[in-house]
């Protein structure tokens, strides 16, 4: 059974930052590009980052990019995202996912909430 179990989250204030990890299990994570993907209350699901299977290339939606690095540790199963300079509109639940298009393979998230 595919297993992503994310920590890290917490409540911040603006400019504050987080680092959010997710251990994975159940299937070869070192064979699967891993994303992160957020949802707001009242939204859909935003796609926030991407790394590949090696750790070499990563992508990012323009809303976080130069606050947020994503990166792995496949010796470890681990995928992280770490959030700096954070800002009231990345509140949202954080779920780490192997497909974005399968929710099947998202874990359960981690609540992160940037308020004063």
């Known amino acids: 059974e595919v297993q992503l179990v994310a920590s890290g989250g917490g409540m911040v204030q603006p400019g504050g930052s987080l680092r959010l990890s997710c251990a994975a299990s159940?299937?070869?994570?070192?064979?699967?590009?891993m994303n992160w993907v957020r949802q707001a209350p009242g939204k859909g699901p935003e796609w926030v980052s991407t790394i590949n299977t090696g750790g070499g290339r990563t992508y990012y939606a323009d809303s976080v990019k130069g606050r947020f690095t994503i990166s792995r540790d496949n010796a470890k199963n681990t995928l992280y995202l770490q959030m700096n300079s954070l800002k009231p509109e990345d509140t949202a639940l954080y779920y780490c996912?192997?497909?974005?298009?399968?929710?099947?393979?998202w874990g359960q998230g981690t609540q992160v909430t940037v308020s004063s």
């Open positions: 159940g299937f070869t994570f070192s064979n699967y590009d």
């Open positions: 996912a192997r497909d974005f298009k399968n929710t099947k393979y």
